[in-house]
């Protein structure tokens, strides 16, 4: 794989179920992120990671959980999902979470539907 | 609080010029970047401002001012697969993107 690869590509969940989106990168970045993104909005930051072993609350991490146990997966799981967690969910990595110049690389996406 | 400002959608002519404008206000600034979007599509960088001035890359400039909290995106020579959006993010005092909304550019024949 090159990049960053994101899984699954779209899912319709129930509300009230447990779910983890899984998110992969192969360029050795220490710095990782999760964003939502939703109509009119920006993008807004869930949790991130400076590096393995540690990570972060973003902007709105209400809801949401995310584990680095190694520097290429940092899966985001949504404990009991909710209609508001509907939306697209992109992973990004960079390669430091602590220089201003490192540009982030991101994952396709993941189309989130909660009914 | 932190803001980000940047028009809802703008429309132009394939081969003409276009400047898209960014204007923020953030806890602490350690730079700007702009990114494209295509349609059900991953962000992918296009430039990072961190000084004044104007910054060239081919088809694409970007400029900055610092005191004025402002800055534009300059497309020349538009081409249809210019059609994106267009999202400006400052980089705060906590090394954090804070993201604008994006601009839809709309390119027409």
């Known amino acids: 794989i090159a990049g960053i690869t994101q899984a699954p590509t779209s899912q319709i969940l129930a509300a009230g179920r447990r779910m983890t989106l899984r998110c992969t990168q192969d360029m050795r970045h220490n710095a990782m992120y999760w964003y939502r993104q939703d109509l009119g909005l920006g993008l807004r930051l869930i949790h991130y990671s400076n590096t393995a072993g540690t990570t972060g609350k973003g902007e709105v991490p209400d809801g949401y959980s995310v584990s680095r146990a190694n520097t290429d997966d940092f899966p985001l799981t949504l404990a009991s999902a909710v209609p508001s967690q509907t939306s697209v969910y992109f992973c990004?990595?960079?390669?430091?979470?602590?220089?201003?110049?490192?540009?982030?690389?991101f994952g396709p996406g993941t189309r989130l539907t909660v009914l | 609080g932190q803001n980000i400002d940047q028009p809802t959608e703008m429309t132009a002519t394939e081969g003409a010029i276009v400047q898209i404008n960014c204007t923020y206000q953030t806890s602490g600034f350690n730079g700007l970047f702009w990114y494209q979007q295509h349609a059900g599509e991953a962000p992918t960088f296009l430039s990072y401002?961190?000084l004044d001035g104007l910054e060239e890359k081919g088809r694409f400039s970007s400029f900055l001012s610092r005191s004025k909290g402002y800055s534009y995106l300059l497309l020349k020579e538009l081409q249809m697969k210019d059609s994106a959006s267009y999202l400006c993010a400052v980089m705060d005092s906590n090394y954090q993107l804070i993201w604008g909304a994006g601009t839809k550019l709309i390119i027409k024949p």
């Open positions: 990004a990595s960079s390669l430091t979470g602590t220089s201003g110049s490192n540009e982030q690389f």
């Open positions: 401002n961190v």
